[in-house]
């Protein structure tokens, strides 16, 4: 079974950028789609980002569009997920997802 492990998280003020990384530990090229997803205490996971692993078509929740872009090298078997003008309610713990496959995920911060 993949495993997938992310990094990158962290502290930043508002407004600021965060790159994600979710690198998996096999080929992933036959799968159609990974997402990104995050989840802060009492609430569901909800869904943030997706990307197509071939043709690259991205899809992004209503909160986040225009401010995260969701991206992929295939050759690294990595997903990315670069965060700008982040804002409070961006604080979360942060989840790769790979249909049944979650990574253990990554906290963001998001305050002065």
């Known amino acids: 079974q993949v495993q997938l492990v992310e990094s990158g998280g962290g502290l930043v003020q508002p407004g600021g950028s965060l790159k994600l990384s979710c690198v998996a530990s096999?080929?992933?090229?036959?799968?159609?789609?990974m997402a990104w997803y995050r989840q802060t205490p009492g609430n569901e996971r909800e869904f943030v980002a997706s990307i197509y692993w071939i043709g690259g078509s991205t899809r992004y929740a209503d909160p986040v569009k225009g401010r995260f872009t969701v991206s992929r090298d295939i050759a690294k078997n990595t997903l990315y997920l670069q965060m700008n003008y982040l804002k409070p309610e961006d604080t979360a713990v942060y989840y790769c997802n790979l249909y049944e496959t979650w990574g253990q995920g990554t906290q963001v911060t998001v305050s002065s």
């Open positions: 096999r080929d992933v090229s036959r799968y159609l789609e």
